[in-house]
């Protein structure tokens, strides 16, 4: 290890604080944290463990030149014991041990049979793991940007059989080695702290930088990390000629980054919500289900203080998402008997001819779950009430279930509530932000990335939540298989205040919901804006939002204190802005007024009689007389369609024949969509901002099924964008940028350009 570098240290070399502070002087040419990193890879030997064992346990925050000095120290004290022994191969050994004062304050099984549990300590710029494997031999753990072998950082560990040596290889999978084995880093930024082995486990304990500013490792940030791991039965014979039969693998992904999650507390009781032997139906891909709950029979307010999935060994894989909505029935309190009878029926499909219209009041969701968590825990001091006179005694269960395989199969899946007569502080409440889902939510085929955003007004914060403002407690993003990068911006007075929450690497199987470290408070006349990045670059065809997991969302589910009225807050593009946006005036057959009917719910008399049938919640609203427009379009604010598949062919746009500009006479709307020259970034890119920057349609619906405020067409805010202040370590090599290559436009190209910016000038 040490004659790798010999203009460092060479083997055998006594190694001075002195000699560090030289090193130190002209490494401020140098990336500080590869400095760093290089002293550590010098100093770190078998018989050190005990003296870093203190500094690895001790919770300092320090900036760079701290942690010099902390190495500095560590070199003098580790030159006077002199019983260091590096070791060969590069390879880092130390005695059999671990370090037991280490509170581990994360943990997750990483497979089905708990043979791989991974436990973590993160820090303030350092990370701290524990890994127990089920196996006497080798065991791997990675950081990969996809959940392959490609491009993965990886740790391979084991635990000598004959003398009881634990050893830690720092290494990356290259793309040179076609069968995708690990090839061992230039520079070692793991450090091993301990290890032991016993009949049936092997225990490795080892700790890194967050970003060491190696390109051949992974930076560990907030957001969702896939986590890849291995075991094998067997230690390497030479270090890194690794056995490749017998290798068992997976992978998971987790957030390393967020606080601990709170112990649920004893005194809680439990209430299962869940479907008694649904059966999903072998014909369909994707479908809703919906199903009626009474509240258990309590005597006082209780809190509901946590929540968990219920899913079956074979049913997980189909089940996508859990929600759990409050029904308000204050205005139906006449139909009692008829909510009763409700519980006691196995259900229908959600917002669909089938499902009752009373159920059309349970509107505002209370526990949110998707694929890939395990449940949540609310903090000590907020809850969720139950059985409060202001609150439902009724509740109505939404199940998403993705079927792509069309395999029948009985469904028990459902929710499990934890609730306590031991109030808390706070009553929390959840709302919802983002875009609200529906046709005109359009992601462009062909492109690395996209954002479309939902825009939540300083009007509705204003008039909904109080002097004080909320809290902020936790946040589940959600979007479908496009989605790439998630973020819930925080505008104040113009300007960017720092991301509530943000994911720059979404997993559409890993929804879990974000508990903030610190609460964060959203006061009255703040904007939040809901902001979703897709890619499609394999997609030749358009994406439109919709039900399907092919379809796209972009919402985001707020856990927050006190509970407010406020149930949903989302916006949408107005209709004629919409079509405008792509060039398009009229239609045959229909006038913009009746186009808007069709997508707002609110069709007129002569427009019901059409052969197009609008893919929108109000077309399947049974019509009543005491529903009347604003009801109608209320349910469009809603945040879902009804179910159908991702090619918008047959939908509502392919039915619209473009009248003008003659120049797309006779086309369908979406056959214009799908000719659009996408691979143009300038046009790409102009109608990217057109959507997010222009019009916007906004709702501000309580929970009591009505408008806070009338729905307003409102341009999003200019606002100061964020900028990062907090000390960040710069690496060299990240601020090397290739100049752009200029793209020439095509006539095509320029014409819808031309339009984007006439309407853009004529709405703005």
Not at 273 to 279: A, D, E, G, Q, R
Not at 729 to 756: D, G, W
């Amino acid at each position: 290890m040490l004659a790798r570098e010999p203009a460092l240290l060479s083997a055998g070399s006594s190694y001075t604080a002195s000699h560090a502070k030289d090193l130190y002087r002209g490494a401020r040419i140098l990336d500080s944290c590869v400095f760093i990193q290089r002293l550590n890879h010098r100093i770190d030997s078998s018989e050190e463990f005990s003296s870093k064992q203190s500094l690895c346990s001790a919770q300092i925050t320090f900036a760079v030149d701290d942690l010099l000095d902390q190495y500095v120290k560590h070199v003098g004290e580790s030159n006077r014991n002199n019983t260091s022994n590096s070791g060969g191969g590069g390879v880092r050994r130390i005695k059999r041990g671990l370090q037991t004062d280490m509170l581990w304050t994360h943990s997750e099984v990483l497979d089905d049979k708990g043979d791989f549990v991974l436990r973590w300590q993160p820090r303030h710029q350092e990370i701290a793991f524990r890994v127990e494997a089920r196996t006497k031999g080798y065991l791997g753990i990675g950081f990969s940007p996809n959940g392959g072998m490609k491009g993965a950082d990886i740790v391979i560990g084991w635990v000598d059989d004959r003398n009881g040596q634990a050893y830690l290889l720092d290494c990356h999978a290259s793309e040179e080695n076609p069968d995708g084995s690990p090839v061992k880093d230039e520079i070692e930024n793991y450090t091993l702290m301990g290890g032991l082995q016993n009949s049936t486990h092997t225990v490795l304990e080892f700790r890194r930088a967050l970003d060491t500013c190696d390109p051949e490792d992974f930076v560990l940030s907030g957001d969702t990390v896939r986590v890849i791991w291995a075991i094998h039965n067997s230690d390497p014979q030479n270090f890194l000629e690794l056995p490749p039969q017998g290798l068992r693998r997976g992978e998971q992904s987790l957030y390393l980054l967020g606080p601990p999650t709170a112990a649920l507390p004893q005194s809680t009781r439990i209430w299962d919500v869940t479907l008694k032997n649904f059966i999903v139906p072998e014909d369909m891909d994707t479908i809703y289900w919906c199903k009626i709950f009474k509240a258990p029979t309590l005597n006082s307010k209780h809190h509901i203080v946590g929540s968990e999935p219920v899913l079956g060994p074979k049913h997980h894989a189909h089940v996508h998402h859990m929600l759990l909505h409050e029904c308000d029935i204050s205005a139906t309190r006449n139909n009692f008997l008829q909510w009763e009878k409700y519980s006691n029926e196995p259900g229908a499909p959600c917002y669909s001819n089938e499902m009752p219209y009373l159920w059309e009041s349970c509107l505002t969701p209370l526990i949110a779950w998707a694929a890939g968590s395990k449940g949540e825990t609310l903090p000590p001091h907020v809850g969720l009430p139950l059985a409060d006179k202001t609150t439902s005694s009724y509740y109505m269960l939404e199940i998403h279930f993705d079927n792509p395989a069309m395999k029948s199969a009985i469904d028990t899946s459902g929710l499990r509530i934890h609730y306590t007569q031991q109030l808390r502080q706070y009553d929390a409440g959840m709302m919802v932000t983002g875009v609200t889902i529906s046709p005109l939510h359009v992601i462009p085929p062909r492109q690395p990335e996209y954002k479309t955003a939902g825009y939540c007004s300083t009007d509705c914060t204003k008039e909904v939540f109080p002097k004080e403002g909320i809290n902020i407690v936790s946040v589940l993003l959600h979007s479908h298989l496009a989605g790439r990068k998630l973020n819930l911006k925080h505008i104040r007075g113009g300007r960017e205040l720092s991301p509530i929450v943000e994911d720059n690497h979404y997993d559409f199987k890993y929804q879990k919901s974000r508990l903030l470290g610190q609460e964060i408070t959203v006061l009255p006349g703040d904007i939040l804006i809901t902001e979703c990045t897709y890619s499609t670059a394999k997609r030749n065809k358009l994406t439109v939002g919709g039900y399907s997991t092919t379809q796209e969302m972009c919402l985001a589910f707020i856990m927050h204190y006190p509970r407010t009225e406020l149930a949903g807050c989302y916006s949408m593009p107005p209709v004629k802005y919409f079509f405008e946006t792509f060039g398009v005036k009229e239609f045959y057959e229909k006038d913009m007024k009746q186009v808007k009917a069709m997508f707002l719910g609110t069709e007129s008399e002569s427009t019901t009689s059409s052969n197009i049938s609008p893919a929108t919640p109000s077309a399947d609203i049974k019509n009543t007389p005491d529903r009347n427009t604003d009801d109608s379009a209320m349910a469009q604010a809603r945040y879902y369609t009804v179910e159908g598949e991702g090619d918008p062919s047959g939908g509502p746009l392919d039915q619209l024949i473009i009248k003008e500009p003659h120049e797309f006479r006779n086309k369908s709307f979406i056959s214009h969509l799908n000719e659009l020259p996408w691979q143009e970034p300038l046009l790409t890119k102009r109608i990217e901002e057109s959507f997010y920057t222009g019009q916007h349609l906004t709702f501000c619906r309580k929970r009591d099924n009505t408008f806070a405020i009338g729905e307003k067409i409102e341009i999003l805010p200019k606002y100061t964008e964020y900028v990062d202040n907090t000390t960040k370590i710069q690496c060299s090599y990240r601020l090397q940028h290739n100049a752009s290559a200029e793209k020439r436009i095509s006539p095509t190209t320029m014409y819808i350009m031309l339009f984007v910016a006439l309407n853009s000038m004529y709405f703005c």
